[in-house]
């Protein structure tokens, strides 16, 4: 009765703003493409959002379909299609489950395209992906990359164009995703066309392992293995020179 009260006193005006606001929300929420639903979903915001007419264009397709189950079915999901018979046997979670997959395999191939890169650059730049957890590389940005192109085989990784390494996600809602979804080239490219510069803005330091302050032979078991991995090729051919002259002790630049 109070609630009815309260409306009753309302004025035309005031009804009508609230109707309005009703509507255009709803109107919003309808309005939400499955792309940029999909793409707001927790765990998701490593995908950029696809253009329609990159998905709509055939040749860029290419030999998707057969590693997509009910690949019809999937396409529709994704451009908000509906179907043409609204009686199927087939199940909306099965459907759903295909159009994340198809959606994954576009995206790995549409972020090697311009437009696609001009999304990520925004993310990389805000730190989207996260930053580099090896303390020499303080803080450098990374970025999400696959050890394979196929599906099914590893979840995505980090990597980080300053120590060269990868890193697992450390927040858990992105270890659902499938490291075929960003490929083995993205990572590479973008820094090539991007930040070509990249690789010579930040430092390689190696931590160098001590004993009484003296530094632990390379030949020993605790010593630094593998160091020349950090390093930029001109900086090698300089420690390469130097160490001519220090053959027993490792020197860190």
């Not at 010593?223 to 130097?242: F, I, K």
Request: charged fraction near 25%.
């Amino acid at each position: 009765m109070e609630e009815q009260g309260r409306n009753d006193n309302q004025t035309p005006e005031e009804v009508e703003e609230e109707f309005s606001e009703s509507s255009s929300t709803h109107d919003s929420e309808e309005m939400l493409s499955w792309i940029s639903w999909y793409c707001s979903l927790v765990g998701n915001d490593f995908f950029c959002e696809i253009a329609e007419e990159f998905i709509e264009d055939d040749f860029n397709l290419t030999g998707i379909k057969p590693l997509v189950p009910l690949y019809s079915e999937a396409m529709e999901m994704i451009l908000d299609i509906e179907p043409e018979s609204e009686e199927s046997d087939k199940g909306e979670g099965i459907v759903e489950s295909s159009a994340e997959r198809l959606y994954g395999l576009i995206h790995q191939r549409f972020i090697l395209t311009r437009q696609g890169m001009n999304q990520m650059v925004e993310k990389y730049e805000r730190a989207d992906f996260g930053l580099c957890p090896r303390y020499y590389c303080n803080g450098m940005p990374v970025l999400p990359v696959g050890r394979s192109d196929n599906l099914g085989m590893e979840t995505v990784k980090l990597y980080c164009p300053s120590c060269a390494d990868i890193y697992a996600p450390a927040d858990p809602k992105y270890h659902h995703i499938d490291g075929a979804f960003f490929g083995t080239t993205f990572a590479h490219l973008f820094l090539q066309l991007m930040y070509p510069d990249v690789y010579q803005r930040y430092t390689t330091t190696t931590y160098q392992p001590k004993i009484f302050g003296f530094k632990i032979n390379e030949k020993s078991k605790s010593g630094l293995h593998v160091s020349w991995l950090r390093s930029h090729p001109n900086q090698q051919r300089h420690a390469n020179n130097q160490s001519k002259g220090n053959s027993s002790l490792y020197r860190s630049y």
